[in-house]
């Protein structure tokens, strides 16, 4: 399933979100040009077994590896799931606030990866983490709302509007089936996917998000 849209506008201009999509683009243009993009990764992903819990310089990365990608798919998937559900977090929380709280979602995520992988030498880069976290927000304040998505059926691509508690529950439960398949698998990922990474984000966006909300509001 592929969401395409979702039927809830508040009418407030998304600033933080759109600004996350821009310096997302950005960061990934410059990897595009960079003449050394290994040492660009080196110095600016997430790579396990160089975090020392005393030094923050290896703890940064925590943060600057949120905006870097490895490929068109990886960023314009992520960028559309950002575009598709982040316009609507933010206006209930606040630009501020829904800031703190992507940076949040995603450090949580890259934590719950690191915590397996620890002695990993390969990087771990992306902003999927901090995007499921939006994700669990949403599930969190707009449960019954609709999503257009995208759905396979007898191999034909169908937009049917699904609540958007069933698209992203569904959603939650394939990540968590491919993550226990990594943990069996003792790989931590499938094909590059840092599906614990996803589980924490999530879990942890739904959790936190009703700290994140100012307003207090109850939707139904």
């Excluded at 960023?75 to 950002?82: D, K, R, T, V």
């Excluded at 902003?127 to 669990?136: E, F, M, Q, R, T």
Aim: aromatic share 18%; net charge neutral.
């Amino acid at each position: 399933m592929f969401p395409i849209r979702d039927s809830l506008n508040f009418g407030k201009f998304p600033l933080v979100n759109i600004s996350l999509i821009i310096v997302n683009l950005y960061v990934f243009f410059q990897e595009l040009i960079s003449p050394n993009l290994d040492q660009l990764v080196v110095n600016y992903a997430l790579i396990p077994q160089q975090v020392d819990f005393s030094k923050i310089e290896t703890l940064t990365p925590f943060i600057t590896s949120l905006f870097l990608h490895a490929g068109f798919l990886h960023i314009l998937s992520n960028m559309w799931f950002l575009w598709v559900f982040g316009d609507n977090v933010e206006a209930v929380m606040g630009h501020f606030k829904y800031l703190l709280f992507y940076l949040f979602c995603g450090v949580i995520a890259s934590f719950s990866q690191y915590l397996f992988i620890a002695d990993s030498s390969l990087p771990m880069l992306g902003a999927s983490g901090a995007i499921a976290g939006v994700l669990g927000a949403y599930l969190k304040f707009f449960p019954h709302h609709k999503i257009d998505t995208i759905v396979p059926i007898f191999g034909l691509p169908l937009i049917i509007a699904i609540p958007a508690n069933i698209m992203l529950i569904y959603w939650f439960f394939t990540q968590a089936f491919n993550g226990v398949a990594t943990l069996l698998a003792a790989t931590a990922s499938i094909g590059g996917i840092a599906y614990i990474a996803h589980l924490g984000g999530f879990a942890s966006g739904f959790i936190a998000s009703q700290h994140f909300d100012w307003r207090k509001m109850r939707w139904t």
